[in-house]
């Protein structure tokens, strides 16, 4: 039934545009692929089982963001099930509170560190501190690269693959514009793979023909203070030809409401917010109530968190990284209740609690 609502909006933009109908159709069907229900596990099936009783720090960028604060949740509820301790130290979206709770977590001396969400490059004199130390590293979102990130001594950088992500939400954007879209891309330059994304979308859009009307960076940690009057004057500046607000995180879509609001816009009207991840609650509630989001391509952040655990498991008994990365998929309103989307996250119904536990012995 998912797969039919997808398919017949992917009919009615088609026809809707003919001229330019070949190009909508091969941009929503590969956004179609990943807007399916993930009833398969495709990770690992096999690992060293728990290592017993060890304490982790979580070194949170913002416990504010719905990613972070979503891949935390899922941290904790994975360190449960293996048995250890984990204390989460909130960097309150700032470099320098970042950096005191490294240093916290360093007078902690843990037994393993999970870095959740802010660039290795920022904290890397404290990264090698805790290299020398041997405390073993795992992160989310710490780079652009999965898996592996020797040069920042992590043993691992857990992610779906941002560039997919990024190319999803360029296209969804470039077929529901009807091949014409007028696009402003919201980022931060603090973050290497922030700028990567979008990079990517930028590169997407143009390349099918879409125009980017500006390539905005402005910080994560300041969106509430920063978007309502950004919003203001990128309406009045482009007035209907912009289309499509894509982002590099929801987050920039919680402060946008209010402002598109007040210049008459409908909550279902352009532009239209589409994040490139991470697929937020705040979002969910947005896409299901028509209420300035059309669409976030949303990473497991619960899975995540429960393959960092699994990595760092990986580390502390001294074997190779898990090889796996994460799925993402396209949430729009005609899919919001597949995957977990009753409780307002992308939870996909792959077993992936019970396949890690097996494999911890748990």
């Known amino acids: 039934m998912l797969k039919s609502a997808l398919a017949v909006s992917i009919l009615a933009l088609t026809a809707a545009m003919p001229a330019h109908a070949d190009a909508i159709s091969d941009a929503m069907a590969e956004v179609q692929k990943y807007a399916g229900e993930k009833t ?10 728990a290592a017993s009783a060890k304490k982790v720090v979580v070194l949170a960028a913002d416990m504010k963001n719905g990613g972070i604060l979503g891949v935390t949740n899922g941290i904790e509820e994975a360190a449960a099930k293996i048995g250890w301790d984990v204390t989460v130290l909130d960097g309150a979206g700032s470099v320098q509170s970042r950096a005191g709770a490294f240093g916290q977590a360093l007078a902690l001396k843990p037994d393993g560190i999970i870095i959740n969400g802010f660039d290795a490059v920022e904290q890397q004199a404290a990264l090698k501190q805790a290299c020398d130390a041997g405390i073993p590293m795992v992160s989310w979102h710490a780079g652009p690269v999965i898996g592996p990130d020797p040069a920042n001594c992590l043993f691992a950088n857990v992610s779906t693959d941002a560039m997919e992500v990024s190319a999803a939400a360029g296209k969804w954007a470039f077929a529901d514009a009807g091949g014409k879209p007028g696009v402003v891309i919201f980022t931060d330059s603090t973050y290497a793979i922030a700028i990567a994304k979008a990079d990517k979308i930028k590169e997407t859009i143009e390349k099918l023909g879409g125009t980017v009307l500006e390539y905005v960076d402005t910080p994560i940690a300041d969106t509430s203070n920063r978007m309502p009057t950004l919003t203001t004057s990128l309406l009045q500046k482009y007035g209907a030809s912009w289309t499509h607000a894509l982002a590099i995180n929801d987050i920039y879509f919680d402060f946008m409401g209010p402002s598109l609001a007040a210049a008459g816009i409908p909550g279902d009207g352009a532009p239209k917010a589409v994040a490139a991840g991470d697929g937020s609650e ?11 989001q059309a669409v976030t391509v949303a990473e497991p952040l619960n899975l995540q968190g429960w393959q960092l655990i699994d990595e760092l498991n990986r580390a502390v008994s001294k074997v190779e990284w898990s090889g796996y990365t994460s799925p993402l998929h396209v949430v729009t309103k005609a899919n919001i209740s597949s995957d977990g989307g009753d409780k307002n996250i992308f939870d996909p119904g792959n077993g992936y609690r019970d396949q890690y536990a097996k494999i911890w012995g748990k």
């Open 282 to 292: 705040s979002a969910y509630q947005r896409i299901r109530s028509d209420q300035y």
């Open 40 to 49: 398969a596990w495709d990770g690992p099936t096999s690992g060293p089982t």
